[in-house]
């Protein structure tokens, strides 16, 4: 497998991603990550190359490859001391701090199954976790200790060991109890197709899923996520992302350590664009991913007054739009690239470095995936036409797609059917086979025989200077079924009236087809988001639905003359 990595490492380099398309990775009876690639290749040949530095106000912790794989292995024998072995589940509800990245290796290396959950999750979300899953460990912070212990205690069944990662509370062992644990440890003999990771999805619509990831399937597929970031050996990689969701693992994981780069973990109590800017400039950031919720952020800082030491920038976690790339390339030089994947899979569709980009598109599909546009018979579409992004199954080669929905296994005959897998996204493809994302199936607005995907409008609004961020969604109409609704957070200074909606709604006729326009504005201080940055429109439309039931005028909502 070595060779493997090995090959795909070349390739970033070269920029010669072409030759990764003939790559079909079978998969071994046995594998694991830690023992077959990080320590061979990381830890074994560059001991003393930096993993991981960790920053939180004035403290820094830097940790090498030999460091932070003795913790790990010191972290495992104290789970094994306490009777924990492979195939047991363990919970991690923790801030951005080291014992994520030790803790991950110790059970990647031990053979024990991680289930992230974010600091934001309350006892409710725990309870509902505990009694999907009920894990034998958990890895806390004495901040989340409370909820843990109320939701093990409301669920009424014991957790084999608690471990806390400050101070003392009864019940729970202390993390600083690795110590006194040997350095060395002996790998599980995991197969590939063991559990390695069960997600619960952010919830964009209904409750969570739990996504299940195996030991073979989700690092070799994160070799997509390495690519498309376009990591090399001695870079230094800053992703934008808490621990709890999936794009954590993507890019403040697997993917720069792949091919041994150093992670940057910048633990922060709250987002101040500036203090980000700073960090990036300071500790001389070479890759760089963000949600663009944060971008949007960023760009309305003087970009131009830093001095970047940046050569590849990607957004995930939502469509980038035009306007994000146009200004931060214009401040910094440096093109943000867009790319698509989900928490079921890793790096589907990407603009990768040194390719040719189309501004507002996802790009092509990576080397491990082939993506076609399909409709909900499995049949490809005709180029630019709107349909299922799917991807089809060839049960000879290994790629990052999830092994199983957990427990609601009736949902995996909803997205495994006609040989495909189907995404829940809606796209089309151009003539130059480059993706564009329409919106989630969902997501899509249906207004008087016309379907509208809400990124176009979104896309649009966000150019306009005021604007900070929108979402659009369906507002029940009892002429047009549906009409199209944006909701608007204004950029600072800005200010919420009838003639900004004006101003807004003009502006949107000079740029958008007619039955595109926006026939409601509704300017609004904040959007709903999941925890990985994603904007809930499924909360929205409810919100809307019922508001329209009532037939209440909201504040601050404002309508078209052609309502």
Request: charged fraction near 25%; aromatic fraction near 12%; glycine fraction near 6%.
């Amino acid at each position: 497998m070595l060779e493997l990595y090995n090959r795909v490492a070349q390739a970033i380099k070269d920029k010669d991603f072409e030759s990764l398309k003939e790559l079909k990775p079978k998969k071994p009876e046995f594998f694991n990550w830690v023992t077959d690639i990080f320590e061979p290749q990381n830890v074994k040949q560059n001991p003393n190359d930096k993993a991981l530095i960790w920053k939180y106000n004035a403290q820094r912790e830097d940790f090498t490859y030999k460091e932070i794989s003795e913790r790990s292995n010191q972290f495992l024998n104290l789970m094994r001391k306490h009777g924990i072995t492979h195939g047991d589940k363990i919970f991690v509800q923790l801030p951005l701090v080291p014992s994520n990245w030790y803790g991950y290796l110790a059970c990647i290396k031990g053979g024990v199954v991680i289930i992230p959950a974010a600091t934001s999750l309350e006892t409710r979300d725990l309870e509902f976790r505990f009694k999907s899953v009920l894990p034998q460990v958990t890895l806390s912070d004495a901040a989340n200790a409370d909820k843990i212990d109320e939701a093990e205690k409301n669920n009424g069944q014991k957790i084999k060991l608690k471990i806390l990662t400050e101070g003392t509370r009864e019940g729970w062992i202390s993390i600083d109890d690795i110590f006194s644990e040997s350095k060395v440890a002996e790998g599980a003999k995991t197969r590939s197709d063991d559990d390695l990771f069960y997600f619960f999805t952010s919830g964009t619509t209904g409750m969570p899923k739990i996504v299940v990831h195996t030991h073979f399937g989700y690092p070799i597929g994160h070799l997509t996520t390495t690519t498309w970031v376009g990591l090399q050996k001695g870079d230094l990689h800053y992703n934008i992302s808490q621990p709890g969701w999936a794009k954590f693992s993507w890019s403040s994981f697997f993917a720069p350590w792949n091919v041994g780069a150093t992670i940057l973990g910048y633990h922060i109590d709250r987002f101040v664009p500036k203090e980000q800017l700073q960090t990036i400039q300071d500790f001389k950031v070479t890759t760089f991913c963000s949600p663009p919720t944060s971008l949007r952020m960023l760009i309305q800082e003087d970009l131009a007054s830093y001095n970047f030491s940046l050569r590849e920038c990607v957004a995930a976690g939502e469509p980038l739009n035009p306007e994000i790339i146009e200004v931060w390339k214009k401040a910094t030089g440096i093109l943000i690239r867009d790319g698509y994947g989900q928490t079921e899979a890793t790096a589907l569709v990407g603009n990768l470095p040194g390719n040719k980009v189309k501004f507002g598109s996802m790009g092509k599909p990576t080397f491990l995936y082939d993506i076609l546009i399909a409709d909900d018979d499995g049949n490809e579409v005709e180029t630019s036409e709107e349909g299922n992004i799917c991807l089809r199954h060839h049960p000879e080669i290994v790629t990052g797609v999830f092994k199983t929905y957990l427990i609601d296994t009736k949902r995996n005959d909803l997205v495994f059917k006609h040989g495909l897998y189907y995404t829940g996204d809606k796209a089309y493809k151009d003539e130059e086979g480059y993706f564009w994302f329409v919106g989630r199936d969902d997501d899509v607005i249906k207004a008087s025989d016309f379907r509208v995907g809400p990124f176009e409008v979104e896309s649009v609004l966000l150019e306009h200077p005021k604007v900070l961020e929108t979402a659009v969604v369906a507002s029940p109409h009892e002429m047009r079924s549906n009409a199209v609704k944006a909701f608007v957070v204004l950029a600072g200074g800005a200010k919420a009236s009838a003639e900004l909606a004006k101003e807004l709604f003009v502006y949107s006729e000079e740029h958008l087809s007619r039955y595109k326009i926006p026939r409601i504005i509704e300017f609004t201080k904040e959007l709903p988001k999941t925890i990985s940055g994603k904007i809930r429109r499924v909360e929205l439309r409810a919100e809307e639905a019922m508001s329209k039931h009532k037939k209440e005028k909201r504040d601050n909502e404002f309508y078209h003359d052609k309502y």
